[in-house]
């Protein structure tokens, strides 16, 4: 069965400061991949999404930058975070089968 | 400008109850239209896909329809509980897999269960 993996769950980080998410997904090859950002009571809003190693397409600009690594590896990466920053981060994952997309746990980020 | 909406934006019902959210869309081209629900603090989980061509779906006690000509969704739940309390979203999607599978999301029903 297919899982996927968010780190870390909290993070709480000072304006100005570097940012790395991560998330892996197991249990399936070459995923579409997706970071979603969720600011508090708000609904979902696509930040990038990537069909293959490598390939990121930015949804909104911003100072955060996506990369892919591995085939089930995405990271989402800030060099100077905002305030604005601040939100519920969510990677996702597509099944080629069924076109739905499977959550992962989410990372709480604050900026003070 | 595709578009998902959802309303009421907010609900409170009584354990037990029954109740109905509903979803408008405006995406063109229409691939599939899903309701996933959102614990707090948690990562939305699907609750049903439905495509064009189908007009009723359910899972227990959720029963979603469809009707594609008037771009129009609803999500029932039936002998509502406890642990029903969540966010509900309406989701749409217009894009293929291959190019990208990009999903159109409403903003939301918040709907508590009170004993």
């Known amino acids: 069965s297919q899982t996927i993996h968010q780190w870390p769950a909290t993070l709480v980080q000072p304006v100005g400061s570097p940012l790395s998410l991560e998330c892996t997904v197991e249990?399936?090859?070459?995923?579409?991949l997706y970071w979603y950002r969720q600011a508090a009571g708000r609904g979902l809003q696509l930040l990038f999404y990537s069909v293959g190693i490598g390939q990121i397409s930015s949804e909104v600009p911003q100072n955060l930058s996506a990369s892919r690594p591995q085939d089930r590896q995405f990271i989402l990466s800030s060099k100077k975070l905002l305030l604005s920053d601040s939100g519920f981060y969510l990677c996702a994952w597509m099944s080629r089968e069924t076109h739905t997309q499977y959550f992962g746990p989410g990372t709480r980020l604050t900026v003070l | 400008k595709n578009q998902v909406e959802q309303s009421p934006q907010s609900l409170i019902i009584l354990e037990g109850k029954n109740c109905t959210l509903q979803?408008?869309?405006?995406?063109?081209?229409?691939?599939?239209l899903r309701w996933y629900k959102q614990d707090t603090g948690r990562g939305p989980v699907s609750l049903t896909i439905?495509?064009?061509?189908?007009n009723t779906k359910s899972n227990g006690r959720y029963t979603a329809t469809l009707d594609a000509d008037t771009k129009q969704s609803s999500l029932h739940i039936t002998a509502s509980q406890l642990s029903d309390s969540a966010s509900y979203i309406c989701v749409v999607s217009g894009y293929p897999y291959n190019q990208g599978g990009k999903l159109i999301f409403g903003q939301g029903t918040e709907l508590s269960v009170k004993p």
């Open positions: 979803c408008n869309y405006t995406v063109s081209p229409f691939s599939n």
């Open positions: 439905m495509t064009f061509s189908e």
């Open positions: 249990g399936t090859s070459n995923p579409n």
